[in-house]
């Protein structure tokens, strides 16, 4: 999780305990004050911790995102992952609108993932931290939909299955983005646009 453990290598409770505290406040800040503004002074004190103690889990602001971007991607895959064991898509689409119109600081909201695509074209490493996310997510994306119909999956050949994947990806990300812009959308009609596109979605 941070740039200072080494492969292999286990992480304390107490460790893992301090990283997510620091994550969380680091979120925080970012979406409140923006990446460049957030400094790591700011998100000791959001963290109620010294700088020099975050030093010696993040030795810096870009591994700090480095690791929020990592964060996310193994939530993603387990959400991903429970999707055999949740036939309502849609409910699942829905649910996760909520998610991001309420804005929990310990997950990666429409806001902050608008930071990361803009602090990607600026930074390299956080453009391929992204990237590797992106693909990633999209691999078991494709997985799901390909997957047999008794398994879980929606039965695609493995061509359909990667460009749905692509689909899901675009129409989650701008899910995302209208919660931001619009947190007030009528709920029945989200509903509504949600069925109108996921009925066609998984169609052969």
């Known amino acids: 999780m941070t740039a200072q453990a080494q492969p292999g290598a286990k992480v304390s409770g107490r460790a ?20 460049h503004a957030a400094g790591m002074a700011l998100i000791a004190e959001t963290a109620g911790m010294s700088p020099g103690l975050i030093y010696r889990y993040f030795p810096s602001k870009s591994a700090i995102i480095l690791a929020i971007v990592e964060r996310q991607l193994e939530r993603s895959r387990a959400n991903i992952r429970s999707l055999h064991d949740a036939p309502d898509f849609k409910e ?21 993932f608008l930071e990361m ?23 078991e994306l494709a997985a799901w939909l390909s997957a047999s119909v008794a398994a879980g999956g929606k039965g ?47 169609s052969t």
Request: contains cysteine.
């Open 16 to 35: 893992q305990a301090q990283c997510e505290r620091i994550l969380c406040a680091a979120q925080k800040c970012f979406i409140e004050h923006g990446f």
């Open 92 to 112: 699942a689409a829905f649910n996760a609108f909520l998610l991001w119109r309420d804005a929990d600081p310990c997950q990666v909201n429409a806001a902050l």
């Open 117 to 139: 695509s803009a602090e990607a074209s600026r930074d390299p490493m956080i453009a391929a931290g992204l990237r590797t996310c992106d693909q990633e997510i999209r691999h």
């Open 156 to 202: 695609l050949s493995a061509e359909l299955a990667r460009v749905r994947a692509i689909t899901l990806q675009t129409f989650f990300e701008g899910l995302s983005v209208r919660a931001l812009r619009e947190p007030d959308t009528p709920l029945e009609e989200l509903k509504a646009a949600i069925a109108d596109f996921v009925d066609g979605l998984f």
